[in-house]
């Protein structure tokens, strides 16, 4: 059934004879697009940024040969309303998809069916995460919700199937599969989204304990205390220290603690609502019971290989018992192993990419783009996640390759957003931008060796909005210029932190109210103003 689906779908991308599938008429030369993103991916965690924690020679590859951009933001950073934006070019407020308890308004018009329209054959392999079936692709296979690392289920075309393996690997197969069988006289658009390396870290088997012998640098405010700053930093639920699941988390269930739960499941007892509920979710009920769910998807080969390499991490656990800030440190060591060699399979299935297309002579014919849908925190502030408009999630990373149109080894500091992605890409192949796109094209910036066109973007707007629900962060909004940041947490509490990144990078403290910077806030304020108006998020607290 699956190879037929597929074929059947090359078969309409080709424009051959099948039942209402329509050929697309032949077009002048155009690039290719593949546009790769992947779940949670921090800039820290990407050598070409920062070569503290992890070597990504693959991803280095595409900043070395194209540009790499230092500022570039997301508007709300949390998965599906990430990729709403993305997709439409349109801030949350106006795509509909503020939070990821919705589902994605397929009516709308995003890029990828405008592409198509023009003549391009579309794709869309991984992660999708939005609630709904992709709409207007020629093929597609994505990973239900938020997918699982091994042996992971996809939607292709609209029938289940299950493949087997690691699912990095196996996303790639299928991106790989794509190529083969495109017709190679129309240009194409293939989105290629992982879902590594989003919560749990699950490593693929061949990685397990890779880095175990390796003992990482901590961000300088690990053991932040939230002083100098008020209730949305001190209230959240994602610190290592309080908030990460033992099993789910830490991978420090014990194999007799899992193979007793083989003979007889824990019953789960959390409940997925909103509120006070998501309290609920330190339990270890349900702590065991996630990780169970996973853990079962493995071979015995595969549970074996598993239980041997995480016996030490056990074993040192009940050994040390580590409390208080040793607590924090031993966890945040373990997070890092594993969400580090999640990052080291994205990048080897990045490479195995670059090499298809580098054997077939389509390398320097395609536009690359490499993305995630926002940063992450790495322990900064004592954190994992995202949502915050803090700098670790805010910034996101983004590669460009494209040698007709890209300087290799070119940087840029402009202000670039989600939101452009799509003006970009459309721009690249000749389509008209929709009128009612907020976001801009970085062409210009592109080739023109990373400088800011006249009149570019001095300042950029975030607007974050699930709350109440995972990790409880607080509704916020908020603009960020070269130097300052001011946010607005609203909601049940009503305040503002300002920061000077230039004088607080870290942003340990909250200048809000200080008499030195009364005339910053002031300017901060009515340029926020002035943004919520050219985006039309004129009643931001409302929605």
């Not at 869309?124 to 939005?130: A, F, N, S, T, V």
């Not at 590594?196 to 880095?211: K, S």
């Not at 009128?435 to 062409?443: I, R, V």
């Not at 607007?463 to 607080?474: A, C, G």
């Amino acid at each position: 059934m699956r190879s037929t689906l597929f074929r059947n779908a090359l078969w309409c991308c080709a424009g051959l004879a099948m039942p209402g599938c329509c050929a697309p008429k032949k077009l002048e030369k155009r690039p290719n697009i593949i546009f790769i993103m992947t779940d949670d991916h921090t800039t820290r965690a990407m050598s070409c940024y920062d070569t503290s924690l992890i070597r990504t020679p693959n991803l280095d590859r595409l900043a070395r040969e194209g540009m790499l951009f230092r500022n570039c933001f997301v508007t709300n950073a949390v998965c599906g309303p990430s990729r709403a934006t993305i997709l439409t070019g349109k801030y949350n407020h106006i795509n509909g998809l503020t939070d990821n308890a919705k589902s994605f308004d397929s009516s709308q018009v995003i890029y990828p069916q405008l592409l198509h329209q023009a003549g391009y054959q579309t794709a869309m392999i991984g992660k999708w995460h939005l609630g709904s079936l992709p709409v207007g692709f020629d093929y597609y296979s994505i990973l239900p919700n938020q997918g699982e690392y091994y042996q992971p289920g996809f939607i292709e075309n609209g029938d289940t199937i299950q493949e087997q393996g690691y699912v990095t690997d196996v996303i790639t197969d299928k991106a790989i599969r794509f190529l083969e069988h495109r017709n190679k006289q129309q240009p194409y658009l293939l989105i290629y989204q992982h879902k590594a390396p989003h919560r749990n870290w699950m490593p693929a088997i061949r990685d397990l304990g890779i880095f175990d012998s390796v003992t990482f640098p901590e961000p300088p405010n690990l053991l932040d205390d939230f002083s100098n700053r008020g209730r949305a930093s001190k209230e959240q639920l994602m610190n290592i220290g309080t908030n990460m699941w033992e099993a789910w988390d830490l991978k420090i269930a014990a194999a007799d603690t899992l193979q007793a739960m083989e003979q007889r499941p824990v019953r789960r007892t959390f409940k997925d609502s909103k509120g006070d509920d998501y309290k609920q979710a330190n339990n270890k009920a349900e702590d065991l019971h996630r990780f169970f769910q996973v853990y079962n998807r493995l071979t015995p080969a595969e549970k074996a290989q598993w239980n041997r390499a995480y016996a030490g991490r056990v074993a040192e656990y009940n050994r040390l018992k580590p409390k208080g800030a040793d607590l924090v440190r031993w966890k945040y060591q373990q997070y890092m192993r594993d969400y580090l060699a999640c990052v080291k399979a994205v990048d080897d299935n990045v490479g195995r990419l670059l090499k298809y297309l580098e054997e077939t002579g389509e390398l320097d014919n395609t536009i690359i783009v490499y993305t995630s849908d926002q940063g992450f925190f790495l322990g900064e502030h004592g954190f994992f996640d995202k949502r915050m408009m803090y700098e670790e999630c805010y910034r996101m990373p983004l590669l460009v390759r494209y040698p007709p149109g890209v300087r290799p080894g070119s940087t840029s500091d402009a202000f670039a957003m989600n939101v452009d992605f799509a003006p970009t890409l459309l721009d690249y192949a000749g389509v008209p931008v929709p009128a009612n796109m907020q976001g801009k094209s970085l062409k210009p910036i592109l080739t023109g060796n990373g400088q800011a066109p006249a009149g570019w973007r001095t300042a950029t707007y975030y607007h974050y909005y699930e709350y109440p629900s995972w990790h409880m962060v607080k509704r916020h909004y908020g603009i960020r210029t070269a130097r300052y940041k001011l946010i607005h947490f609203y909601n049940d509490i009503n305040e503002w932190e300002l920061y000077d990144l230039q004088q607080d990078p870290h942003e340990m403290k909250n200048q809000y109210g200080n008499p030195a910077y009364a005339v910053v806030t002031d300017s901060l304020k009515q340029q926020l103003l002035a943004l919520q108006q050219q985006y039309k998020d004129t009643n931001p607290s409302e929605k």
